[in-house]
T-cell receptor, first 111, second 115 residues
Framework: DAKTTQPNSMESNEEEPVHLPCNHS???????IHWYRQLPSQGPEYVIH???SNVNNRMASLAIAEDRKSSTLILHRATLRDAAVYYC????????????FGKGTRLHILP | GAGVSQTPSNKVTEKGKYVELRCDPI?????LYWYRQSLGQGPEFLIY????????DSGLPNDRFFAVRPEGSVSTLKIQRTERGDSAVYLC?????????????FGQGTRLTVV
């Protein structure tokens, strides 16, 4: 399985943008980049995914490097409710569709 | 219901006993996943179903763990001869399972405690 590398933890101030990085230097051409987050005492929830182009949805934006070896999840205006563990995951739906979680980044939001 | 439902939410069992954990996926979702999560760790993949069949069970730690999905909907994770090390939150997720890589929806999990 392709691996991702994320910082263990990050801090941000409330109401400021947050940029969560992810490295995936061994990504294959059919790997989609997915982001999930897990709030305390909850199951993970989907945030966003993309293949090559940058993506936006109501929760976040995903910026994908041109060589696809890294990506950044952008929360435009963090709130206290965004404090969670954020997981960057590669999914190759043409080989199998397992979702393999790493350790993720624990995001702390400071009021 | 609207989401993935897991029952029970909590289960305490004695070492050596047998337990069953149930997952009701979202209606129409063909893919179903089981994970377990220990404190401070990310979810650990156990098994993945596509329809009734186990597409990948490479994450099951040993032969005490078994999962079924006989009608392609509800799934049961079965653990025989439980050990204290099996204590964890067991998570279930489901998705449409098509190749457009849609999102997976997770349940709230079953917290299993083996005493």
């Amino acid at each position: 399985d392709a691996k991702t590398t994320q910082p263990n933890s990050m801090e941000s101030n409330e109401e400021e943008p947050v940029h969560l990085p992810c490295n995936h230097s061994t990504i294959s051409g059919t790997d989609y980049i997915h982001w999930y987050r897990q709030l305390p005492s909850q199951g993970p929830e989907y945030v966003i995914h993309g293949l090559t182009s940058n993506v936006n949805n109501r929760m976040a934006s995903l910026a994908i490097a041109e060589d696809r070896k890294s990506s950044t999840l952008i929360l435009h205006r963090a709130t206290l409710r965004d404090a969670a563990v954020y997981y960057c995951i590669l999914r190759d739906v043409w080989r199998d569709d397992k979702i393999i979680f790493g350790k993720g980044t624990r995001l702390h939001i400071l009021p | 219901g609207a989401g993935v439902s897991q029952t029970p939410s909590n289960k305490v069992t004695e070492k050596g006993k047998y337990v069953e954990l149930r997952c009701d996926p979202i209606s129409g979702h063909t893919a179903l996943y089981w994970y377990r999560q220990s404190l401070g760790q990310g979810p650990e993949f156990l098994i993945y179903f596509q329809g009734t069949g186990a597409a990948d069970d490479s994450g099951l730690p040993n032969d005490r763990f078994f999962a079924v999905r006989p009608e392609g909907s509800v799934s049961t994770l079965k653990i025989q001869r439980t050990e204290r090390g099996d204590s964890a939150v067991y998570l279930c997720a489901s998705s449409f399972g098509n190749r457009e890589s849609t999102e997976a929806f997770f349940g709230q999990g079953t917290r299993l405690t083996v005493v």
